[in-house]
């Protein structure tokens, strides 16, 4: 129990701390990306305004000098991550049918031809800006032909791939040693919780021992007592607590057994096990007319306590007659599934609320719809059920539908 909650608590603190990293990671790299993207896009409108055909340029003399700008603007001042960028352009004739011009500095990393049939399929797309081929591209209509203008986009994708790789694994290295201290932080949190858990079952435990010794001498007593004076209704009333009392104690005990003494296994044949519990309650479930209907697959054997699982069986039987509907049949099932010996008991009942399907299996917890009963039953049978299961490293649930009630437990195979 104590297991689940360490990783419920450790899964808990993980999910939320990648989550946030994840988070934080996808916002930083967005940022980033899209402050570069802008910035190389800003870039690009500068080429775009700078750029003259060969023919319009200013004669050498000033090379290398952008031209000057038209009446009324103020001059063009380049910043160092301009001046310092690869950009190519393709002039096309105004149906992009014909180039007029390629500027392409870097021959070595595109031909000309290429970045001519790149611009060709831009203008041909119709779209405006973009990217293709590690290149930000931009399309503009200059007066009298289209320029489609490239910038290199290598090295801004590099430097994105290497922060995004470096902060991958420095994240993950930070990721696992918050794992670690999640789990030093969860047995921090649940030790108390345990160690009240096991005083209690210590209580328990002592308590029956303790109380044994007093319902055996009260027992005796109200048998010499009664053959002395006879029947009598107060003697008759304390015998018949003293057996309440004693039959208390001695579910007690068994759930302290069962939950701290780890029972002796051995192979068993489940099939026959059930079985042969499952035919004494037939009679009795005859009597309260509600007929109980048998399905159990043969040659199902898991390893096992032979008194624990017949408990087991019994209790879930008992809790069906007791709270079954009269007139109704109660089915028990027993079939191999996904490894596993499903072992299932259903009667016709009303339905339990979703918020006491969680508690039945607690101690001495007891629906209202049970508290008009015989006063054998201190709600703890599903506790001791729940304990039995467990040990066998099954599990057990209930589930209602359709006006069915059904407790399923789960055994693996043997």
Sequence with gaps: MFKKSRRKIVASIMAVLVLLWIGTLCIIYACSYYEV?????????RHIKQYRLSWERPMPGGHGEPPSPGRGEPPFENPPAYRLSTFYSVALSTDGTDVLEVSNSQTEMYADDELAEIAREIVNSGSRDGMKRNLIYQMADK??????????????????TTLFRYTLMFGGVVILALFFLAVYLARRIVRPLEESYEK??????????ELKTPVSVVNANAELLSREIGDNQWLDNI????????????QLLELARTEQVAPRKEHLDFSRLVGGEALPFESVA??????????IKEGLYVSGN???LKQLVAILLDNALRHGEKGKEIALSLRAERGSAALSVINAGEEIPPEQRKQLFEQFYRMDAARNGDGQHYGLGL????????????????????G?????VRIPLD
């Design 37 to 45: 993207l802008n910035r190389s896009r800003d870039m690009l409108e």
């Design 143 to 160: 007066g009298g032909y289209l320029l489609v203008a490239f910038m290199d986009n290598t090295v801004m994708q590099e430097s994105m």
């Design 200 to 209: 209690q079952k210590q209580f328990i435990s002592d308590a029956g021992h």
């Design 239 to 250: 015998r018949y607590e003293n057996d309440r009392m004693g039959l208390l104690v001695g």
């Design 286 to 295: 005859y009597e309260k007319e509600m007929p109980l209907r048998c399905e």
């Design 306 to 308: 032979d008194a624990q």
């Design 383 to 402: 506790s001791i059920a729940k304990a039995i299961t467990e040990v066998h490293g099954g599990r057990i649930r209930v589930q209602c539908s359709g």
């Design 404 to 408: 069915k009630i059904e407790f399923a």
